[in-house]
């Protein structure tokens, strides 16, 4: 696992991503190294920043969990949520609204070419702008996320496709915080127990059913349904979060994010916590299984050699 530095100067253009390159980004990141951009690709203005940046401050209700759902068919058609409407400012709503969808093309952009090997087949999933302060938040012990854990998402089973998130710390001066832990294949060999061990049979259907109740849905829908992989990733981010002796004992390597960088990584493999920061955006990915360039080493393959049966 290795921090591999992308100066901007390389980006700059009139030098596009050869196919070649493209391709060995991919590689970097799907054997667990985490890409990372001194200076970010992506541009702000001044004026974004300050309001971004401003939301704290200003006590409005625009700062709980800003989630934002692009909507690649149909961009009008993109969605704001987890702002309360009834006490922010609608005008402030809308330039918020306004900056995310901004963030979201301009992250798009970027990787069509410098990612060229899975744009025709990523889901754009949804972006998000956290406000908070890291250290010290108070969270139920799933949701906490200064403990060492892969994501995996409860409600959005992914069906195998891999989650790939881009980071921007956009805090004026701070850096943000991460430390990560030894990669997906030794972590779920040394650490997953048999009761977490992959389960090829069963669980799907009956998921699937459940899920759609718990959302007042009257039959399963197939989106919803979580495979025995889906299962798996969802067990082992709360297995991990809850195991003390992971957490105390095994290595941690810090990784210290300065202001006005970005980075990205495969955060269902790669072992992560944020320790401290304040003011970040990130843009979601899922990557599916036929675009990765180095499938044999996919958390889908590895799960499947130790359940010795298919999972999705
Ligand atoms: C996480 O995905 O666990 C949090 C990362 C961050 O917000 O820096
Ligand atoms: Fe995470």
Same mark, same amino acid.
């Given at each position: 696992? =290795?921090?591999?530095?992308?100066?901007?100067?390389?980006?700059?253009?009139?030098?596009? #991503?050869?196919?070649?390159?493209?391709?060995?980004?991919?590689?970097?990141?799907?054997?667990?190294?985490?890409?990372?951009?001194?200076?970010?690709?992506?541009?702000?203005?001044?004026? !974004?920043?300050?309001?971004?940046?401003? +939301?704290?401050?200003?006590g409005?209700?625009?700062?709980? %969990?800003?989630?934002?759902?692009?909507?690649?068919?149909?961009?009008?058609?993109?969605?704001?949520s987890?702002?309360?409407?009834?006490?922010?400012?609608?005008?402030?709503?809308?330039?918020?609204?306004?900056?995310?969808?901004?963030?979201? +093309?301009?992250?798009?952009?970027?990787?069509?070419?410098?990612?060229?090997p899975?744009? =025709?087949q990523?889901? &754009?999933?949804?972006?998000?702008?956290?406000?908070?302060?890291? +250290?010290?938040r108070?969270?139920?012990?799933?949701?906490?996320?200064?403990?060492?854990?892969?994501?995996?998402?409860?409600?959005?089973?992914?069906?195998?496709?891999?989650?790939?998130?881009?980071?921007?710390?956009?805090?004026?001066?701070?850096?943000?915080?991460?430390?990560?832990? *030894?990669?997906?294949? &030794?972590?779920?060999?040394?650490?997953?127990?048999? +009761?977490?061990?992959?389960?090829?049979?069963?669980?799907?259907?009956? #998921?699937?059913?459940?899920?759609?109740?718990?959302?007042?849905?009257?039959?399963?829908?197939?989106?919803?349904k979580?495979?025995?992989?889906? *299962?798996?990733?969802?067990?082992?981010?709360?297995?991990?979060? !809850? %195991?003390?002796?992971?957490?105390?004992?095994?290595?941690?390597?810090?990784?210290?994010?300065?202001?006005?960088?970005?980075?990205?990584?495969?955060? *269902? #493999?790669?072992?992560?916590?944020?320790?401290?920061g304040?003011?970040?955006?990130?843009?979601?990915?899922?990557?599916?299984?036929? =675009?990765?360039?180095?499938? !044999?080493?996919?958390?889908?393959?590895?799960? !499947?050699?130790? =359940?010795?049966?298919?999972?999705?």
């Amino acid at each position: 696992m =290795a921090l591999v530095t992308i100066p901007l100067d390389q980006l700059r253009e009139g030098q596009p #991503t050869t196919a070649e390159q493209a391709h060995n980004w991919c590689a970097r990141l799907e054997s667990g190294d985490i890409l990372f951009f001194p200076q970010s690709p992506i541009p702000f203005t001044p004026e !974004e920043l300050a309001f971004l940046r401003g +939301q704290q401050q200003t006590g409005s209700s625009l700062h709980k %969990n800003i989630a934002y759902k692009p909507n690649p068919k149909n961009p009008e058609q993109d969605k704001l949520s987890g702002v309360d409407t009834k006490t922010a400012d609608s005008a402030a709503v809308q330039r918020l609204h306004a900056i995310m969808r901004g963030y979201s +093309q301009h992250v798009v952009h970027f990787l069509t070419d410098f990612l060229a090997p899975y744009h =025709a087949q990523w889901r &754009l999933d949804y972006a998000s702008f956290r406000p908070l302060e890291e +250290q010290n938040r108070d969270l139920p012990r799933r949701r906490r996320n200064d403990l060492l854990h892969t994501d995996a998402f409860p409600t959005r089973p992914t069906h195998g496709a891999r989650i790939l998130r881009f980071f921007n710390n956009i805090h004026p001066t701070r850096t943000r915080d991460w430390v990560v832990g *030894d990669p997906f294949g &030794l972590t779920v060999h040394r650490f997953a127990p048999a +009761q977490i061990a992959p389960h090829p049979a069963g669980a799907a259907s009956r #998921t699937g059913k459940s899920l759609g109740r718990a959302l007042g849905l009257g039959k399963a829908i197939p989106s919803l349904k979580r495979t025995p992989y889906d *299962d798996f990733m969802m067990r082992f981010h709360n297995f991990l979060k !809850e %195991n003390e002796p992971y957490q105390d004992q095994t290595p941690r390597y810090p990784w210290q994010f300065p202001a006005g960088s970005s980075w990205m990584v495969y955060t *269902d #493999t790669v072992p992560h916590a944020v320790l401290a920061g304040q003011y970040a955006l990130e843009q979601t990915f899922l990557v599916e299984p036929q =675009a990765l360039v180095q499938p !044999e080493i996919s958390p889908l393959r590895i799960l !499947e050699q130790i =359940a010795g049966a298919p999972l999705i």
